[in-house]
Each structure stands twice: as structure tokens, then as C-alpha cells.
């Protein structure tokens, strides 16, 4: 595998590109305006964050227009970022954000969307483009995402696939966007978009270079799934999948929410963390006996190792060569510093069986 290093931060190139991406990336999912949008992070503490991110080599940057519920904000929160930094510190930034899924226009607090404010057709994909690149306040997107796959009640697209892929490809060729990737897709997604795009695109450069999806020790299978199914799936077949195409996989969720970070112990679950105060079913989700029992393992192997239980779980991922950068989402600088440590834990095969055993993956190689 080829490395660089920045600021003493590993890189690596992002797929069959010659894009380089920090191993730690920085995921803006709760960034935003927290006095309405339900983000954790505002300017203040935000632009504390990102400066800090810069100084670490930390230079893979992670938003999409629909985060914190449809309001775009984060990507406003990026976008006053790079306003008051200039220039030179965009351009050292590697910048990506995701559009399919819709967003409000700033201090809308509700919106009904149409039909065509959504989804992946070429009037969306066109003016979606355009909204990013407002609210970023920026002239070009480094890695542009179709966020969610827009489908049907029966699974199908909703758009044709060359109607899509031709659109993106435009935005490519009007320097809107360098490079493109997918997101929360399967294997027979990627593949049937990759064969439409090869047939649209204007030369053989235009290729899908990534493929963002959810994948940490926790829920290993949960990569090859598709929706809310984080049961049934083929890990293994979708790791091929992705090495043979030459596609990097970026996970997002790397900590599980914080599970991986050892803050829920068996008789010591923190109260005040995020599983618990965001309701829902996180807690039935992540909080169960299989899941505290993997921690315990997991958290005596990195005290063994001398890391964090962070630092192991995101080191875990970068031990796969098809991954170039993993996406942790911070609200702390002391987060993001812990977590610029992680590429400095290796493992051996030892180490690796290991933890495979611990994970229960009958048959795991």
C-alpha cells in the first residue's frame, strides 16, 4: 500500500485515484446550529475543532447537505469556516459532502418537499450541486457522494441510472465537483452504477472512487447491508467486492456510537452518553449482551496494546488496505486527538485472529 505523510498524519490514496486522504477523517454529522437543529457543534467550538483537525493533518473533511434533520447547517458551519480562513486553508482541505437526500433553506425549521427536491434526477443532482457549493461557500466539492440510493417501494431506482450517472458526470465536467463516490449502497448497487457510468461518462476518468457505508467491530456485517437491515450480510464478499474494483471504502459510525470508546461498561453504562440520551431504540440497538460482552474483550486487548478502546476500534478498520480514511464524528478536541493516535496501532495476525474470535465471525479469514 502506498503512504505519504502530512503533519505527521498518514495518507493514503482514496481508491483507484490519485486523491490523498488523511487515515483519520473528520465527520461533521452534528455540526451545525445547535440552537435549532439538534447538531452538538456550533461555530464557536467548531472552528476550535477544525484548526486543531489542521494542525493534526487531519485534512479529510465529511458533511452532506441533509445532516441534522434536512437543515444543512453543517455544511453552513464549514462553509463561515473557510470563509473567515481563506483560500490556502480550503485548498489544503479535502472537502466531501453528499447530495440525493433533501435540505431546508437556513432558519427553516420545517419544509415540505417536492417530489424534485429530492432524490437523484438531473434537476435535483444539478441544483443540489449548486446548494452545497452556497452553503460551503466554495467553488469546487474534492469528492462529491449520492447519498442515500433513491429507490422505489419494489427496490428499483427511481431515476433511470444514465440519467443519474450523466448528471454526474456534467458536474464533473464543469469542475463542480473532482472526484465522485456512493454511499450506504450494496454490492449489486455499486455494480450496476458503475457499469451505467462506464457507458456515460465523457472519458474513462469518471469512475466511483468510494463507497461510504457503516461498518465497525461492533456491526461488521452491516457494510454489505442495505436500509436498517444490520443482520443479514456478507462482510467478506463486500471487502472483495471493493479491493477487486479498486474502490475505497470509507466507514462511517466507526465507534458505534460510542460503544467501541468503553463508556458503556457491563455495571458502569454511562447515563449521560449518547446511546442513552438520544432515546430511541440506540440503547436496544447497542446496549445488549452480545455487544457489552465484545467490549469487555475488546477493551482488555487495547489496554494489552496500550491504546485507547477509540484508538483500537478505528486502527481495526485501517488494517484493511481498502480503506483509506475512516470518518469519526467529534464534538471535543480531546476526541479529535485521541483520535489522530489510531494510526499508529498495529496489529498482528495474532492479534487479528483475536479479536475475529471475539467478534463471533464463524469462519472469518
Not at 447538531?39 to 441533509?66: K, P, Q, Y
Not at 418537499?113 to 444539478?126: T, V
Not at 481498502?322 to 494510526?343: H, Y
Amino acid at each position: 500500500m502506498m503512504k505519504k505523510t502530512f503533519l505527521k498524519m498518514p495518507m493514503r490514496r482514496m481508491g483507484d485515484s490519485g486523491l490523498w486522504v488523511s487515515e483519520i477523517g473528520l465527520g461533521l454529522w452534528k455540526w451545525g446550529d445547535p440552537t435549532y437543529d439538534g447538531s452538538r457543534v456550533g461555530d464557536h467550538g467548531g472552528f476550535s475543532i477544525l484548526d486543531r483537525a489542521r494542525e493534526l493533518g487531519v485534512i479529510h473533511w465529511d458533511t452532506a447537505s441533509s445532516y441534522n434533520m434536512q437543515s444543512g447547517n453543517s455544511e453552513r458551519l464549514l462553509g463561515r469556516y473557510f470563509a473567515s480562513r481563506g483560500s490556502r486553508v480550503r485548498d489544503k482541505i479535502v472537502l466531501a459532502t453528499k447530495v440525493s437526500n433533501p435540505a431546508r433553506e437556513e432558519h427553516e425549521t420545517e419544509r415540505e418537499f417536492s417530489p424534485n427536491e429530492r432524490g437523484s434526477n438531473r434537476k435535483y443532482i444539478l441544483q443540489g450541486v449548486d446548494d452545497c457549493l452556497r452553503r460551503l461557500q466554495t467553488d469546487r466539492i474534492d469528492v462529491l457522494y449520492l447519498h442515500q440510493p433513491s429507490l422505489m417501494e419494489d427496490g428499483t431506482w427511481e431515476t433511470p441510472l444514465d440519467e443519474t450517472w450523466a448528471a454526474m458526470d456534467d458536474i464533473i465536467t464543469r469542475g463542480k465537483a473532482l472526484y465522485i463516490a456512493v454511499s450506504n449502497r450494496t454490492v449489486a448497487q455499486i455494480r450496476e452504477e458503475s457499469e451505467v457510468l462506464s457507458q456515460v461518462a465523457s472519458n474513462p476518468s469518471r469512475r466511483i472512487i468510494a463507497v461510504q457505508n457503516w461498518y465497525n467491530l461492533a456491526e461488521r456485517v452491516k457494510v454489505s447491508t442495505e436500509g436498517e437491515n444490520r443482520l443479514e450480510g456478507n462482510e467478506r464478499l463486500f471487502l472483495r467486492f471493493v479491493r477487486e474494483r479498486r474502490i475505497g471504502l470509507v466507514p462511517f459510525f466507526p465507534l458505534a456510537s460510542g460503544l467501541l470508546t468503553g463508556r458503556y461498561r457491563k455495571g458502569n453504562i454511562d447515563e449521560t452518553g449518547r446511546i442513552i440520551q438520544d432515546g430511541g431504540n440506540w440503547k436496544d440497538m447497542f446496549l445488549t449482551e452480545r455487544n457489552l460482552n465484545l467490549v469487555e474483550g475488546l477493551a482488555a486487548l487495547a489496554e494489552k496494546k496500550g491504546c485507547s478502546m477509540a484508538q483500537f476500534a478505528i486502527a481495526w478498520l485501517l488494517s484493511h488496505e481498502v480503506v483509506p480514511s475512516v470518518i469519526a464524528g467529534v464534538t471535543k478536541i480531546s476526541q479529535l486527538e485521541d483520535n489522530a493516535g489510531a494510526p499508529h496501532v498495529t496489529f498482528t495476525v495474532k492479534e487479528l485472529s483475536e479479536i475475529n474470535r471475539l467478534c463471533k465471525y464463524a469462519g472469518l479469514k
